[in-house]
């Protein structure tokens, strides 16, 4: 506002306005002018990657030119807005979104083929954005999608990581973790040198009487490091609204360390100095639902909360409202409680630097924030130590336990007497060392606390949170079952089903409101549909099959049933089952007559995904998959009949090759474990159908696409606690199907015996905490049933098209119009400009 240029010379900027690019040509034009000016380079030495940088930065300038409309629109309007706070992104490629959502890929396509180059070479080249572990990051990528397709004025903050999750390669049958530096070439952020947050850490608080005699405390003292925010503009689909994704960047302070240090001759020290500043963004954790308590994990925390909430309060100051008043134009989304310092940060900054009374901040704080709740496995709930949280944050900590102090008086105050209650709800643990337990802190700070499916919202209110139900009353606590953006997991991922879907739908409408997909359903019968239906499956499986083949050298037939299982590697979501499954499989075969394999399913069995880097077991089952197949595919009776494969670097830009092409996706984790799953909607929006546990976001699935259309198995959430008791405390014994799986294992048909023991005693020595054994037979018989419906394909096909027809609920924008309207109290701006006010203004 400040810097605003006078009315006067406004005319001048108003005539020599920057238009979009419109067409062909202009496109054209808009490349070559990038080739030639921007990347210094011709028509001589353009190669694909240079061609890739020109066509982005063609698509960056219109985006730019939109995103400068819609920060103008919002500010002009003041309206409210959300902020998404997630420490992961997981955004994938950007030029493929872009161009479809600005719909401009026709243009692109023609454009580039004059230019000399096909359009899908040139969407290949981008590194993905992989700036998240697994659904959670997702998760945000899609919201990202909806609220700019939305129109609500949104932003996401996070951290810009300089290494994003590793690539995973495969060296004998091992996963080998790589760093993944992604930032070479990233046409898709803008550095805003001038948006910088000073943030502090260490140091020590003191305090005074203000003039009015109220104490004020300060944080003195300590390390400053600076935040610079990048912008990464996020289009919408079919609307001008580009929303804003920042990403905070470390860097020392200025001057403070290096210049003097290095004047005093301290070359080394003021380098590291530097480093460490520089650490703090440089890597995300590669935990998916396991949180370890390092310090620099907290350190990243603290940073880009507070960079965050200083931009968002430095925002609201410009409004000159009333602090009251805050609430009402800022909500704050928690991803998960990695940002829950968030609510404290807040706080201090109303009472210690805008010198508000405690309650009257409180009373802000708790209005702004909403708390989603990710995950009820224990080993995820984040907890940090005193002493850690003491030393890194020191007025912090402090006010965290103001904050318990307050929050246990009004427990006492409704439930006297019951000391058991106030230990169990406190937000610091009494243990050796005491621990701040983050997930009651966002639940004390927030107005609002969600799971992400019906069964994972109940649990959360009937186990880890049951007390907080009591203090607060239900009412605080809701569901928002989690959804995905259909403009990238059908329209991208699957062009031509889409295409064959607008044919009968009358329009691409489907990709704003998912519920029209329910007017398929009127073609399951029509049979040139149906066979057009099946011809594009088979050409994703045959994409898929030349895929497995170039990356891992194993021919597989397209007319198999494709078998997948890509998801990050963890117990719970148990990849062991299927891989003693297939094994099962595998023994079965070998023990037919060649007259009985005649009438075996051929099935081709798909695995991918990461395992944390420093989880052993999740190492082993991979290193599993990859030895059975390694023994499967080169077994000559077995043929086609079984082939394993294990797709190495599962990200996003392989799971829209990967999810169109599959029959049946698998999602088989213990009942009662996964909060929800999102790549379970990607798989049946695909046309593919699910095998699965009544667990997590299947549930709700199975309510809307029918139970004919789906294959469970299982036990039950209810019944889990009672079944571990039984195996500590009773006798536990094995499915005899899969004891024979473990002693083929022993007996070295797949490698070192000693390598999977650990896999083996988990289930049998170990309690079987998974319930593996307890869900084996009923795993393999449902899949007996599906090699039996698969091969009646007509039948299947009618499940396919059923199934996705009854979709409709599962889109990113039914879930976040859910928040809109019940979290954040937020309203969509539309896209049009406000009467009387001219472009540039
Ligand atoms: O809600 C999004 C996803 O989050 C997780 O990935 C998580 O990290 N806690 C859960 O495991 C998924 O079930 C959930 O879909």
């Known amino acids: 506002v400040e810097a605003s240029i006078p009315e006067p010379q406004r005319a001048a900027w108003t005539k020599h306005q920057i238009k979009p690019f419109t067409g062909q040509d202009g496109f054209e034009n808009e490349v070559v002018r990038h080739v030639e000016t921007t990347l210094a380079r011709s028509m001589f030495n353009c190669d694909e990657s240079a061609a890739y940088a020109a066509t982005s930065l063609a698509f960056r300038d219109r985006l ?11 500010t002009f309007a003041d309206s409210k807005r959300v902020y998404y706070l997630s420490l992961e992104f997981l955004m994938g490629r950007a030029l493929d979104n872009a161009m479809l959502n600005i719909g401009q890929k026709d243009v692109a396509k023609s454009g580039l083929s004059e230019l000399g180059f096909r359009i899908e070479d040139i969407i290949d080249q981008e590194h993905d954005a992989a700036l998240g572990n697994g659904g959670l990051g997702r998760l945000a990528a899609c919201f990202l999608d909806s609220l700019a397709s939305l129109n609500y004025p949104a932003w996401g903050y996070g951290l810009r990581y300089r290494y994003g999750i590793f690539k ?22 803008f550095p805003r040198h001038d948006v910088t947050v000073d943030i502090q850490f260490y140091g020590n608080v003191t305090k005074s009487q203000d003039d009015s005699g109220k104490t004020r405390a300060h944080w003195e003292g300590g390390d400053h490091v600076t935040a610079i925010a990048y912008d990464v503009p996020i289009p919408g689909y079919d609307t001008p609204s580009t929303n804003n994704l920042r990403l905070w ?49 907290l350190k990243q925390q603290y940073f880009w909360v507070a960079a965050s909430l200083h931009d968002i309060v430095r925002r ?34 109303f009472i210690d630097i805008e010198g508000l009374a405690w309650d009257e901040a409180w009373n802000i704080v708790t209005q702004t924030f909403g708390y989603t709740n990710h995950t009820v496995l224990p080993e995820a709930l984040e907890k940090w130590s005193v002493p850690l949280i003491q030393n890194l944050l020191p007025r912090h ?55 992400v499916a019906e069964l994972h919202s109940d649990l959360i209110k009937t186990t880890i949170f049951k007390d907080f139900v009591e203090i607060y009353g239900p009412d605080k606590f809701t569901n928002v079952t989690n959804g995905i953006t259909p403009r990238r997991w059908l329209h991208q991922a699957n062009p031509r089903l889409s295409e064959l879907i607008a044919s009968k739908t009358g329009s691409y409408n489907f990709l704003k409101d998912l519920t029209e997909l329910n007017k398929i359903e009127l073609y399951v019968n029509d049979a040139d549909f149906r066979k057009e ?14 895929h497995i083949k170039n990356s891992t050298g194993v021919t597989v037939n397209p007319a198999a049933l494709f078998d997948v299982q890509v998801k990050r590697i963890h117990e719970y979501k148990r990849q062991q089952l299927n891989i003693f499954g297939t094994i099962h499989r595998y ?40 030895n059975v197949g390694a023994v499967v595919n080169k077994d000559e009776e077995i043929g086609d009949l079984l082939k394993v494969v294990f797709l190495e670097d599962y990200n996003v830009s392989k799971a829209e090759i990967i999810t169109p092409a599959s029959d049946i ?58 079944l571990r008791h039984a195996h500590t405390y009773g006798s536990h014994s094995i499915d005899p199907d899969l004891n024979k799986v473990f002693k083929a294992i022993e007996d070295g048909v797949f490698g070192q015996p000693h390598d999977f023991l650990a896999l083996i005693s988990a289930v049998r020595d170990h309690g079987d905490y998974y319930l593996v054994s307890d869900d084996f037979h009923s795993y393999i018989e449902t899949h007996t049933v599906i090699d039996e419906a698969y091969k009646n394909q007509e039948q299947w096909l009618t499940k396919a098209i059923t199934a996705v027809s009854r979709m409709g609920f599962f889109s990113s924008d039914r879930c976040i119009n859910e928040y809109a309207e019940e979290i954040w109290n937020i309203e969509p701006l539309k896209a049009d400009k406000p009467e009387g006010v001219k472009d540039g203004e």
Request: some cysteine; glycine content about 6%; overall charge negative.
């Open 64 to 74: 730019i030119l939109e995103w400068n409309k819609t920060q103008q629109r919002q």
């Open 397 to 451: 900590l402090q006010i965290i336990y103001d904050i318990n102090l307050f929050f246990l008086q009004s427990v006492e105050k409704e439930h006297p007497g019951d000391r058991e209650l106030l230990g169990r709800v406190s937000i610091i643990e009494e243990s050796q060392p005491k621990m701040v337990r983050m997930a009651y802190l966002a639940i004390v700070g927030s107005h609002k606390v969600n799971g």
């Open 533 to 546: 239906w099946q011809e594009i499956k088979y050409a994703n499986k045959v994409r898929l099959a030349k």
């Open 168 to 189: 995973q390669e495969i060296i004998d049958g091992y996963q080998v973790e790589v760093p993944d530096y992604w930032l070479d070439f990233n046409p898709w952020e």
């Open 665 to 722: 996706s698998e999602h088989i984790s213990t009942a009662g474990t996964e909060a929800s799953g999102t790549s379970n909607m990607k798989f049946v929006l695909n046309g593919g159908l699910i095998v699965g546990t009544c667990d997590g976001a299947n549930i709700e699935i199975t309510r809307e696409i029918g139970e004919d259309n789906i294959f469970l198995f299982g036990n039950l959430a209810e019944d889990v606690e009672d």
């Open 316 to 349: 609201f100051k410009k409004s000159k409202r009333p602090w009251s008043e805050f609430p009402d134009q800022v909500a704050i989304q928690l991803n998960d409680t990695h940002p829950t310092l968030a609510i404290v940060e807040l706080q201090r900054i």
């Open 249 to 297: 960047s470390s860097k020392a302070a200025s001057g403070e360390f290096d210049f003097q240090k290095f004047n005093s001759g301290e070359y080394e020290s003021s380098v590291a100095d530097q480093q460490r500043a520089e650490t703090i963004s440089a890597v995300l954790y590669p935990n998916d639902n396991l949180e370890r308590g390092k310090e620099l994990r």
């Open 587 to 626: 023994l079965t075969l070998k023990a037919m007559s060649p007259e009985e394999r005649k009438k075996a399913q051929p099935r081709v069995t798909i695995f991918g995904g990461k395992a944390a880097p420093g989880y052993w077991m999740a190492k082993q089952i991979i290193h599993l998959v990859n």
